[in-house]
Nanobody, 125 residues
Framework: QVQLVESGGGLVQGGGSLRLSCAASGRTFSSYTMAWFRQSPGKDRSFVAAIKWNGGSTDYADSVKGRFTMSRDNAKKMVYLQMNSLKPEDTAVYYC??????????????????WGQGTQVTVSS
């Protein structure tokens, strides 16, 4: 069982930066692929980034490549999403997700067993 708690959301001007954090509980954190998804009002939850449990490689949605960076600290049981050059279209609730030993299909929210409560990111124009 894993519990996830996101933090770091807020209001920022376009072009600014935010760093989201996700704190995880549990003793097997290093065996979980972690991901960030986001959801805007009236839209489906969409993939943002993932970091794999084996090797720590990352993958990003095309819309955030070059602007967002995901990282993890297994010792601290934390994942981070550094968001730079933010745009108004990045406005959404951002969710942290986890699935043990997930090695493919990172983009599908249905693959993840554990979710945080979400943190709001609002980017003004």
């Amino acid at each position: 069982q894993v519990q996830l708690v996101e933090s770091g959301g807020g209001l920022v001007q376009g072009g600014g930066s935010l760093r989201l954090s996700c704190a995880a509980s549990g003793r097997t954190f290093s065996s979980y692929t972690m991901a960030w998804f986001r959801q805007s009002p009236g839209k489906d939850r969409s993939f943002v980034a993932a970091i794999k449990w084996n090797g720590g490689s990352t993958d990003y949605a095309d819309s955030v490549k070059g602007r967002f960076t995901m990282s993890r600290d297994n010792a601290k049981k934390m994942v981070y999403l550094q968001m730079n050059s933010l745009k108004p279209e990045d406005t959404a609730v951002y969710y942290c997700a986890a699935d043990r030993y997930l090695s493919g299909s990172y983009y599908f929210s249905t693959r993840y067993d554990y979710w945080g409560q979400g943190t709001q990111v609002t980017v003004s124009s």
